[in-house]
């Protein structure tokens, strides 16, 4: 590269040296006489130069970084010398004043300090005026020749020198100009980055940096640490300096703040304020971020209300249903004695309606019903759509879970009298609610959530509105999964048994009837009581040939007691699937030509759900069994929903009814009046009146004063296996 002068023309310094150091015609004349001696004396110089050059250790580990990189050393010394003996020529022309710059760039290249440079001139000039005794100069002439040696190395160093310095100038500016175009493209990008920012000098709390959107913002003044806070909402700035103070501690701190910037709408902002730190970890400064996350924020909120709310009703779905249920469980938890009620609910016909008005229909129908059953659950409480046509309803922490629970499941079967309007369409919309309490009916989200669910199960089962978790009668789905496949070879595997019961007449205690009741003597669970088998053989398409097995089992048991001669007729109990079969009836008179048994002896207990799913055929079957002899009873009277009309025109013979009524009946006044109408019902339309669950004496009492006919409970025999009930048929036939 060219040198260029600061007056932009090479090599006008380095004339300017020879100028300066020119010689006038004597000292030429006085050079060139001795001139050649002096050359020829000069070689001895470089000894002593080699000597200079590896006895200063940081000019040594110079030269062997230069052998390193392939340099030779020798030729360098050589190349050295030659500038120094090139000195003591008169004239000097550009091409060797160049060469003298070169060397000067070179040597800061190899890192040579100039102090060195000047330090071999002057061992130099020292060196050639030992020389001079040596020629036998005039006096005059040996002091004229050394101020003429002097003046040429003089000029020789300076134009060394001013090629060291050169090319050091060219290097600052070349960095200089690097700096200054990284700075541009710096100044550049954080002009146009859409961030504000500022850094601020934490002990002098002044902003010393601020990019040129923060400057336009505010251009009337900074003001340290944060000039954003006066522009924050009020509920935030507490935030904000929190956030403040935690970087001044060091760490890295965000916040998400509303702001108004330059009097505009308020919009969500993210602060982060990045601390820097000294040596001894002190935050000196903190850099400051704003950044405008309005349309994030908006983003997110809307994502997770996707995430949150079911998307045709409007209402949480199960997600946020389930973080509801799990905040209510910890509010109870620290509430000794409060309880959180859960329910699912499903609507009946949905699928017959989705089916055949189609899927809008269906769409409509799900978003009017949810809206009806939002106007029916509380602000403080919880709807949700669970999928499909199942919601689930939760009540925050109470004290009466089945008061409250009642009041909501009866509201909602009132919201849903009314019928539907759907495309010009009336639609009438029934739901089954199951109903499990925490902490009783489950400890967790997840059991409470499925203890409703076969709540709500069984109750549709028993076409009943709703129905309570019941642990005895409702399958978890794990043991379902379980049993489902051990059910099919119980039968065959013998693993069933039936357990009889008693009916004894209240006024003379004589045995009247005995009840056949399933058990499954499972091989690892023990005996497995009918309500957690009966639903699921059910499900399973079992139950036909499981009743089948029991009518002809009880059948034969019965046979067998009149052969002992203890003769009693015995009842079988018939589920909703195993009526509505139309085999049924067939069955029954096959078992009883099988046995022999007259149809006197047997009684079939079906419960009001099932005599209601479908009266006509009911109408028919009982008609039929009648005319067998067979008796009717219908069981746990008092649960569902009778209709009195049909009850009078089939042809039933007993009431049994539930225990539930029966349990505190000789203390419960509420159950007393519902007893004694359900007895005085009974009784006007020429039915038998039975009371199941009698567990103790006054009970009993209580009913004989009623005019019961007659009772079965605890109070007189627990269900027994076939051979004690025998031993108990044969010593206690008349139960006193
Ligand atoms: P259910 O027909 O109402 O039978 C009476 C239930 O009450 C029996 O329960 C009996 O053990 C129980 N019980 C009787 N006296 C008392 C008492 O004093 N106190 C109490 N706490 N309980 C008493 P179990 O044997 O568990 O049967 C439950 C239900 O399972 C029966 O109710 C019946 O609906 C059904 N079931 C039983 N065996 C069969 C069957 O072979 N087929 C069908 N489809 N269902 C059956
Ligand atoms: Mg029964
Ligand atoms: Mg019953």
């Known amino acids: 590269m060219a040198i260029v002068t600061p007056n932009n023309q090479p090599g006008v310094h380095l004339k300017e040296y020879s100028y300066v150091f020119r010689l006038s015609s004597e000292e030429a004349r006085v050079l060139n006489r001795h001139r050649d001696c002096l050359v020829r004396g000069a070689t001895?110089?470089?000894?002593?130069?080699?000597?200079?050059?590896?006895?200063?250790?940081?000019?040594?580990?110079?030269?062997y970084a230069y052998e390193r990189k392939g340099g030779d050393i020798g030729q360098w010394v050589r190349t050295e010398l030659g500038y120094l003996f090139d000195a003591l020529a008169p004239e000097t022309d550009a091409g060797r004043e160049n060469e003298l710059t070169d060397a000067g760039r070179h040597h800061l290249e190899q890192g040579f300090k100039p102090v060195w440079i000047i330090s071999t001139y002057h061992l130099f000039i020292d060196y050639l005026k030992s020389l001079l005794p040596d020629l036998n100069l005039k006096p005059a002439d040996s002091a004229k020749l050394e101020s003429v040696l002097i003046k040429l190395l003089l000029r020789n160093l300076g134009q060394v020198i001013e090629g060291y310095w050169q090319a050091a100038l060219e290097n600052t500016e070349n960095k200089l100009a690097r700096l200054a175009g990284e700075q541009g493209r710096a100044e550049e990008l954080l002009g146009g980055l859409p961030y504000l920012l500022w850094t601020v000098d934490v002990k002098k709390n002044d902003v010393v940096f601020a990019n040129p959107s923060m400057e336009a913002l505010y251009s009337d003044g900074l003001e340290a640490?944060?000039?954003?806070?006066?522009?924050t909402r009020e509920e935030d700035q507490q935030q904000l300096l929190l956030t403040w103070q935690n970087a001044v501690s060091g760490s890295t701190s965000h916040a998400e703040v509303r702001m108004s910037l330059a009097g505009g709408k308020l919009h969500w902002y993210r602060v982060s304020?990045?601390?820097?730190?000294?040596?001894?970890?002190?935050t000196t400064k903190v850099h400051c971020i704003l950044e405008d996350i309005n349309r994030l924020i908006t983003e997110r909120r809307r994502l997770e209300r996707l995430a949150t709310t079911d998307a045709l009703t409007k209402v949480p779905n199960r997600a946020l249903w389930a973080d509801h249920l799990s905040m209510a469980l910890a509010a109870s938890r620290r509430v000794p004695g409060s309880q959180v009620v859960v329910i699912s609910l499903d609507i009946n016909q949905f699928k017959m309606y989705n089916d055949t008005l189609g899927h809008d229909v269906g769409d409509i129908l799900l978003r009017d019903i949810a809206e009806r059953l939002n106007t029916v659950v509380r602000e403080s409480d919880s709807l949700a759509r669970l999928g499909g046509d199942r919601f689930g309803i939760l009540l925050q922490p109470v004290n009466n879970a089945r008061i409250a629970a009642e009041r909501v499941c009866n509201q909602v079967l009132d919201a849903?009298?009314?019928?539907?309007?759907?495309?010009g369409k009336h639609l009438c919309i029934g739901v089954t609610l199951g109903i499990a309490c925490f902490p009783e009916d489950g400890v967790n989200e997840e059991s409470l959530v499925v203890n409703a669910e076969s709540a709500m199960q069984r109750a549709k089962r028993n076409g009943l509105p709703y129905q309570y978790f019941d642990p005895a009668s409702d399958v978890s789905p794990a043991e379902q999964l379980r049993y489902s496949g051990q059910i099919r070879t119980a039968l065959e595997n013998d693993e069933f048994e039936l357990h009889y019961q008693p009916q004894v007449d209240l006024q003379t205690s004589r045995i009247t009837c005995a009840e056949a009741l399933l058990r499954w003597e499972h091989p690892l669970d023990g005996t497995v009581m009918p309500q957690r088998i009966i639903p699921l053989a059910e499900q399973l398409g079992m139950i036909t040939p499981i009743t089948n097995w029991v009518l002809l089992t009880a059948l034969m048991q019965c046979r067998q007691w009149s052969f002992d001669g203890t003769p009693v007729p015995v009842s079988?109990?018939?589920?909703?699937?195993?009526?509505?079969?139309?085999?049924?009836l067939d069955k029954i008179k096959w078992a009883l030509s099988e046995t022999g048994v007259d149809g006197d002896c047997l009684e079939i207990e079906i419960t009001e759900a099932t005599l209601m799913q479908?009266?006509?055929?009911?109408?028919?079957?009982?008609?039929?069994?009648?005319?067998?002899?067979?008796s009717i009873a219908i069981d746990d009277f008092g649960t569902g929903y009778s209709s009195l009309s049909y009850l009078k025109r089939l042809p039933i013979h007993t009431l049994k009814i539930d225990q539930s009524f029966i349990m505190d009946v000789a203390s419960d006044q509420q159950d007393v009046a519902i007893v004694r109408s359900i007895i005085d019902l009974g009784h006007n339309l020429g039915y038998k009146v039975v009371a199941e669950g009698v567990e103790n004496g006054s009970s009993w009492d209580m009913l004989s004063s009623l005019g019961c006919d007659a009772a079965q409970g605890?109070?007189?025999?627990k269900p027994l296996p076939d051979s004690h009930f025998s031993s108990w048929l044969s010593g206690a036939n008349a139960f006193t």
Do not use: K, W
Request: proline share 8%; net charge negative.
């Open 714 to 717: 605890f109070h007189i025999s």
């Open 273 to 282: 304020l990045y601390p820097a730190l000294n040596r001894l970890g002190r």
């Open 572 to 584: 079988v109990n018939v589920s909703a699937r195993s009526f509505q079969n139309p085999r049924l």
């Open 225 to 231: 640490p944060l000039p954003c806070l006066s522009d």
């Open 416 to 423: 849903m009298d009314t019928p539907f309007t759907c495309q």
């Open 614 to 630: 479908d009266i006509g055929r009911a109408t028919e079957v009982l008609t039929q069994l009648s005319n067998c002899g067979v």
């Open 44 to 63: 001895g110089f470089a000894g002593i130069y080699y000597d200079y050059l590896f006895d200063n250790p940081d000019i040594s580990d110079i030269l």
